[in-house]
């Protein structure tokens, strides 16, 4: 049984929680490179009995709780994982503790994530004694697009390799409180996709003495979506999305070519290898019936976040003892969003979960959601998540998956 008062714990510690919170998001960083955040936790935690290791290509860090149960193996090594780095867009939130920097916006909660982190290693250095094997706390910069759980796992700095991780992602537009996962596919991989359709530029009154780029790049963005509905199965999950189209100088040029930017979303690598030919073959059919050229990048970006069967159990258990069985909720299909603690669950068994921080009492279905400049977090659901992520290694270290 997990500690019975392990929740309140959290609860006592709450306002430390919510302080290193406020302080991270008044400064947010962003990238691989988080300096400011990464000081102010380990300033948080530096009377605790971790082991730090930094270093290598980001300013992330892993500490250590190594536990003190004499006699007894555990079962070895679990990773608590939270994110560091904020979004590049203006706050307009009102807060008080709102960004200071122009541009920067913890908007995706990465705040919560290091404070809850955080918290659970409080609650768990607190019960070193009773700990047979080790923590590993991950503080992650870099998630935003910039790869960085891969980057720490490349550096070394998650070794030895755990048996188990676990990590938590707010839903500022969820049910305050609740918890939610589920088993396989989570999220998923999110591809970058350039198309550059190549013409011959002129005199916007002679179009026949062109070859006009324009139309083509329209048939290219309408095509990709009859590619998805047409050569996917309808039950399987495709999303190719075209969110900019550059071109032109001026509203008498035909220009030489327009440039397509997007992304490229599946949720099994079949179909996302799949998708990547298809994007390639009907941009550049559709232009060649234009008599044009087209050229196609895709920059790979986070696989798919597949979560461990065992490990969706283990913390929907957790929660239930924590909190009560209508505290869990079973995603009933994945969400088409990315996250990068993928890198680490290709290595590693185990899961994400979902916490939702609408505010109390409101109607959360209405709320804004990651991502907004004007995003709330109802932060007396942030000591839920602490005690989460400590039920949770205190649970496997016990019993592992069993």
């Given at each position: 049984m997990l500690h019975p008062d392990l929740l309140d714990s959290a609860r006592a510690i709450s306002d430390r929680i919510v302080s290193l919170r406020r302080a991270i998001h008044a400064e947010p960083e962003l990238g691989l490179d988080t300096p400011k955040t990464l000081a102010k936790v380990r300033a948080a935690l530096a009377h605790l009995p971790l082991e730090w290791r930094e270093g290598g290509s980001t300013t992330g860090a892993v500490a250590t709780l190594k536990g003190g149960k004499a006699g007894v193996e555990g079962h070895g090594r679990v990773l608590l994982r939270g994110d560091m780095d904020a979004l590049p867009m203006d706050e307009h939130t009102g807060l008080e503790f709102a960004s200071t920097t122009p541009g920067r916006m913890h908007s995706c909660g990465h705040d919560t994530h290091t404070a809850m982190l955080a918290g659970a290693a409080e609650l768990l250095c607190a019960r070193r004694e009773e700990i047979a094997g080790e923590v590993q706390f991950m503080f992650q910069p870099g998630e935003e697009g910039f790869h960085g759980a891969r980057h720490m796992l490349d550096d070394g700095l998650i070794a030895p390799m755990p048996q188990a991780a676990f990590a938590l992602h707010i839903m500022p537009n969820a049910r305050h409180g609740a918890f939610?996962?589920?088993?396989?596919?989570?999220?998923?991989?999110?591809?970058?996709?350039e198309i550059v359709v190549e013409g011959r530029g002129g005199h916007a009154s002679m179009p026949h003495d062109t070859l006009d780029p324009v139309p083509a790049a329209c048939a290219v963005v309408t095509a990709l979506q009859a590619m998805v509905t047409r050569r996917f199965n309808a039950a399987d999950a495709v999303v190719v999305t075209v969110t900019m189209i550059e071109a032109g100088t001026a509203h008498n040029v035909i220009p030489d070519q327009v440039t397509l930017r997007g992304t490229l979303r599946t949720l099994t690598p079949r179909n996302r290898e799949r998708a990547h030919e298809l994007v390639a073959e009907t941009a550049r059919g559709i232009a060649a019936g234009y008599g044009l050229s087209a050229?196609?990048?895709?920059?790979?970006?986070?696989?798919?976040?597949?979560?461990d069967e065992r490990a969706v159990a283990l913390g929907r258990g957790v929660t239930g003892e924590l909190f009560g069985e209508s505290d869990w909720i079973t995603l009933p299909a994945p969400i088409m969003g990315a996250e990068d603690f993928s890198y680490v669950l290709e290595q590693v068994p185990g899961a994400m979960f979902f916490l939702g921080v609408a505010r109390e009492g409101d109607d959360w279905r209405s709320a804004c959601s990651i991502h907004s400049p004007r995003m709330y977090v109802d932060e007396t659901a942030l000591p839920r998540g602490s005690a989460l992520l400590a039920g949770c290694a205190l649970r496997f270290l016990e019993r592992g998956f069993d």
């Amino acid at each position: 049984m997990l500690h019975p008062d392990l929740l309140d714990s959290a609860r006592a510690i709450s306002d430390r929680i919510v302080s290193l919170r406020r302080a991270i998001h008044a400064e947010p960083e962003l990238g691989l490179d988080t300096p400011k955040t990464l000081a102010k936790v380990r300033a948080a935690l530096a009377h605790l009995p971790l082991e730090w290791r930094e270093g290598g290509s980001t300013t992330g860090a892993v500490a250590t709780l190594k536990g003190g149960k004499a006699g007894v193996e555990g079962h070895g090594r679990v990773l608590l994982r939270g994110d560091m780095d904020a979004l590049p867009m203006d706050e307009h939130t009102g807060l008080e503790f709102a960004s200071t920097t122009p541009g920067r916006m913890h908007s995706c909660g990465h705040d919560t994530h290091t404070a809850m982190l955080a918290g659970a290693a409080e609650l768990l250095c607190a019960r070193r004694e009773e700990i047979a094997g080790e923590v590993q706390f991950m503080f992650q910069p870099g998630e935003e697009g910039f790869h960085g759980a891969r980057h720490m796992l490349d550096d070394g700095l998650i070794a030895p390799m755990p048996q188990a991780a676990f990590a938590l992602h707010i839903m500022p537009n969820a049910r305050h409180g609740a918890f939610a996962g589920r088993a396989g596919a989570l999220m998923a991989s999110a591809d970058q996709i350039e198309i550059v359709v190549e013409g011959r530029g002129g005199h916007a009154s002679m179009p026949h003495d062109t070859l006009d780029p324009v139309p083509a790049a329209c048939a290219v963005v309408t095509a990709l979506q009859a590619m998805v509905t047409r050569r996917f199965n309808a039950a399987d999950a495709v999303v190719v999305t075209v969110t900019m189209i550059e071109a032109g100088t001026a509203h008498n040029v035909i220009p030489d070519q327009v440039t397509l930017r997007g992304t490229l979303r599946t949720l099994t690598p079949r179909n996302r290898e799949r998708a990547h030919e298809l994007v390639a073959e009907t941009a550049r059919g559709i232009a060649a019936g234009y008599g044009l050229s087209a050229s196609v990048t895709v920059t790979p970006g986070f696989p798919v976040t597949m979560c461990d069967e065992r490990a969706v159990a283990l913390g929907r258990g957790v929660t239930g003892e924590l909190f009560g069985e209508s505290d869990w909720i079973t995603l009933p299909a994945p969400i088409m969003g990315a996250e990068d603690f993928s890198y680490v669950l290709e290595q590693v068994p185990g899961a994400m979960f979902f916490l939702g921080v609408a505010r109390e009492g409101d109607d959360w279905r209405s709320a804004c959601s990651i991502h907004s400049p004007r995003m709330y977090v109802d932060e007396t659901a942030l000591p839920r998540g602490s005690a989460l992520l400590a039920g949770c290694a205190l649970r496997f270290l016990e019993r592992g998956f069993d």
